[in-house]
């Protein structure tokens, strides 16, 4: 069982950048292979941003997210980034991490392959 906390979220004027964390948790054995950034809107569905293999630090993006959104990881703290660059008012979300032990080597953005979810971090972009 995977334990996830995001951070860093809050309050950005447009064209700011934000950085949020997710500190993982899973005892004395790292017992998933990747970890995915998502985000929720209101009325929206849940979607995809970016995830990286904590192994060999493969990632992969989703393509509107590509030139605006970092993701990186400290595996000797557990945590894995989201740098957010140039923030628009339509990122306003929820924004959380999951982990997946599906993927031996890659990673990819299926919501149904993340078992565990952190409790999200509000992120609003508001001049």
């Known amino acids: 069982q995977v334990h996830l906390v995001e951070s860093g979220g809050g309050l950005v004027q447009p064209g700011g950048s934000l950085r949020l964390s997710c500190a993982a948790s899973s005892g004395p054995t790292t017992d998933y292979s990747a970890i995915a950034w998502f985000r929720q809107a209101p009325g929206k569905e849940r979607e995809g941003i970016s995830c990286i293999n904590v192994k060999n630090n493969y990632t992969w993006y989703a393509q509107p997210m590509k030139d605006r959104f970092i993701i990186s990881r400290d595996n000797a703290k557990g945590t894995v980034y989201l740098q957010m660059l140039s923030l628009k008012p339509e990122d306003n979300a929820v924004y959380y991490c999951?982990?997946?032990?599906?993927?031996?080597?890659?990673?990819?953005?299926?919501?149904?392959?993340?078992?565990?979810w952190g409790q999200g971090t509000q992120v609003t972009v508001s001049s």
């Open positions: 999951a982990a997946s032990s599906v993927a031996a080597r890659g990673c990819s953005l299926l919501i149904m392959a993340y078992r565990n």
